[in-house]
Structure formats: structure tokens, C-alpha cells
């Protein structure tokens, strides 16, 4: 297996354990509003999110699915609503309800979605990178003339 194959593979592996709840809630050690908070770090948790906050931008989440980054929250926002507000187009988001509540289908479903989406967006960059070695060996070759 190549070392760009084994790379990929590692990555879904570890972006997969967000399908979960208690994974993304996991990531969430250092939110800055209480959990008796309307947004509190369970409720991003189940809408999806993942805590990316720095320093400079403590409130800062991401969608484990959709890739949508929100910052500059109020303790009193919804975050199922934000989400969808801001990505309307997200597959998880549109479920609108936590994972307690999935079907195994429903779940399966989100799952390969992320699965397919995920290898999608990894081809699509081995792509970029091929056409623009290309693009360098078509200039060079010109240059050479």
C-alpha cells in the first residue's frame, strides 16, 4: 500500500470516530459556557460539531460532516439552528435530532455519506496535484525548446 493510500486511510479512520457523539463531545474540554447554557458543549456536540477553538478563537467548532467552521457564538444560541442557518445543504444537520434518536439505517446512511464525501474530496486533491505536476512538466518542456 502506498504511503499516500495508508495516509488517506488513517485519516477516515480517525475522522470516522466523530460519526459519535461522545467522540465529538470529547474534543469540547475547553468551551467557554456552561453546560446550563442553551449552547452548551453537548448540544454542539450532538448537532455535529467538533471544538477547533484556539487561544484566539475559543468558540470556534466544525462540523464533523459538512466541514462548516462557526465562530462568535452567544451562550443562548441553538446550535441545531445555527448549523442548519449556515449550512443548509448538510445531510447530518437536516436530521435534526441526536443520535440517540437514529435508526441503525439512518445512521448507516450518515456514515457512508461521510464515507463517500470524505474519499471524494481526497481524489479530488491526488487529482489537483497530478494536473499541476503536469502543468510544471508541460512549462518546463517549453521553457526547454
Known amino acids: 500500500m502506498t504511503a499516500l493510500k495508508e495516509n488517506v486511510l488513517q485519516q ?10 461522545s467522540n465529538r463531545r470529547a474534543t469540547f474540554k475547553k468551551w467557554p459556557f456552561k453546560d446550563t447554557k442553551k449552547c452548551n458543549a453537548s448540544k ?4 455535529g460539531f467538533i471544538f477547533t477553538g484556539t487561544r484566539v ?7 464533523f460532516f459538512c466541514n462548516k467552521s462557526l ?3 452567544d451562550e443562548n444560541d441553538d446550535p441545531w439552528f445555527e448549523h442548519q442557518k449556515h449550512a443548509p445543504t448538510c ?5 435534526d435530532k441526536p443520535e440517540e434518536a437514529f435508526t441503525v439505517t439512518e445512521f448507516t446512511e450518515i456514515r457512508n455519506q461521510f464515507i463517500e464525501k ?10 489537483d496535484q497530478v494536473n499541476e505536476h503536469f502543468d510544471d512538466l508541460v512549462h ?6
Open 57 to 63: 478563537d475559543p468558540d470556534s467548532v466544525t462540523c
Open 44 to 47: 454542539l456536540a450532538e448537532a
Open 91 to 95: 445531510a447530518f444537520a437536516k436530521m
Open 12 to 21: 477516515l479512520q480517525k475522522r470516522l470516530e466523530y460519526c459519535y457523539e
Open 118 to 127: 470524505f474519499l471524494k474530496t481526497e481524489l479530488k486533491k491526488s487529482i
Open 140 to 145: 518546463l518542456i517549453s521553457v526547454m525548446k
Open 71 to 73: 465562530d462568535c457564538w
